[in-house]
Structures are given as structure tokens and as C-alpha cells.
């Protein structure tokens, strides 16, 4: 069978209905090559305003996200993300924007440019007259937004985010027939780290494990959240609980190898963490909240064989 030609691809790119961006990731301030029809829909910009430009501009002045330096550092890297940033519409209309980026790389290995697939979420940001506002150029409405994505500590999305975005991830792998893994890592005796160094260096210990494991989820299918103290969750579609196991033995030795000194841990002197997982095709009748807690039942077990353990989810 003899490949499409480009005027087919072409027509299949600009016939998606999300947003698909190209940009020249060896020129400086990585413009823009291209844009399709929907992205011109999505921000309200005809191509000819946006091809030649970096994307900031539909971040008006709302620069402070955690999703951006996320985004910057794995462009930094030349690897993909996945996040939600707020944007702005030409007219000042915020929304929230929806995206992945993948490297592109030539024959040679070398990076050549970033492709982008935007689109918007069902949810606008939500206003809060107590917030900050933000102005785009002038003329452009004042927009007060309140931060609602992001968890603030470790830069992961929050659990309420997370919950919201595995959802639609579940019905696709019940959809696709796909295994989705789950994972829940917990700091060990985070509370006597705590009494021993204090509340900040335990919130720097958390943040730091944190950022760890959620190296080690980078495909853009992969979620990662802290859901709640020093716990933190991923999913990742399309792995096996053989695959599952091994990748989160591998985050457990990656934590122990950071060294962080823990004199009263009763496993070893240095901060472990204990995980649950479970993985398998979702059948129809399953919903994502039984997973997750099955996968809390098997962190509860790990905890209980000695910590610094891997458990899966019978």
C-alpha cells in the first residue's frame, strides 16, 4: 500500500476538529508555521496573525501558571507534554485551553519543530472578583481569573482535575478495548519527617518526589496529580500490570536514590515511598472510582508489609 500524499494529509489536518499547531523549534522564540482552520476557531485569530509569532500572545499578561513552566521545561528537554493553560481569545474572552505537545525530529535525530493539538475544555475558567486581573492588549476586557487546575505545591494537576480528565481517558480505553494502569505513591512517615525538620522542608520533600515521579509519566496519554498530602496519582493507558509493576519498582528505587535524609524512617535513613497499582481493560460496567480505590487498598497494603514496597491490587 503506497503512502498518502500530502495533499490528503494535508486535507486530514486541516479537517480536525481540535486545534493542530506547528512550530519552528530551531528558530529563535519558536514561531509559528502553521496553524489549521480550528485553532483559527479556537483563539479567534486568522493564521496571519499568529504564523510568525510565539504562542505567549494568547496568554495576554496571565503569566504566572504552573502549567507554562511546566510546558517551558519540556520544551527545555525536547519532550512531549500534556496540560491546561488559560488562554485568551483575541477579544478577551478567557478559556481554557486544552493541549499536547510532541517533539518532531529529523532524520537525524535532531529536533526540528513542536506540533500542538489544542482544544478548548468543556469548563470555562471560573471568575473570582477577588482575583488578580489580567489585561491583554489595549482595548481588551479585564479579566479576573482564580486558579483552578493546577496544585499549587508541586505544579501536578490537583485531584479534582484529575478526576475530571480520566474520566473522558476511561470511557476511551473502554471505547479502544485498552489496559489502563493506575498507580498511588505515598511518601513513608511523612509525619515524623515533618516533626523532625519542620513543615517547610517537608512541603520541599514533597515537591521534590513529587516531580520525581511524574518524570516518569511523560507520554502525553499519562496523567499525574497529587491527590492528597503526600500522595500522588497517575494513569497511564495502554500499559500492563506486568509493565505497571516494573515502572513503579523503578519510581520506588528512583525516590531512595535521591538521598533525602530521614534519621527516624524505620525502613532506612533516607525518605522511601510505598505504592499501590492495579492495571487491566476496563469492562463497560467499570467506573474509574473502583479503581482507584482498589489501587488505595493496595498502597494500605504495602504500607502494612513494611513500606518502601510495590503492591498490586488483586
Known sequence: MSPPDLELLTRIVESDPDGVVVVDAQAPDMPVVYVNPAFERLTGHPATELIGRNLRLLQANDRDQDARQRLAQAIKAGDSCRAMIRNYQKDGTPFWNELAIQPLKGADGRLTHYIGYHRASGERPRLDAKAPATRDAPGTPTVPISIARDDRLTGLYNRSYFEDLVQRDWAIAQRDGRSVAWFLFDIDALGLYNDTFGRNAGDACIRRIARTIAAHFRRASDLTARYDGGTVIAASIGMTAELAAQHARIIRDKVAELHIHHPRCTVQK?????????????????????????????????????????????
Open 270 to 314: 533516607f525518605v522511601t515511598v510505598s505504592a499501590g497499582i492495579t492495571a487491566g481493560v476496563p469492562a463497560s460496567q467499570d467506573a474509574p472510582q473502583a479503581q482507584i480505590d482498589k489501587v488505595a487498598a493496595a498502597l494500605r497494603q504495602a504500607k502494612s508489609d513494611g513500606r518502601n514496597r510495590v503492591h498490586e491490587a488483586s
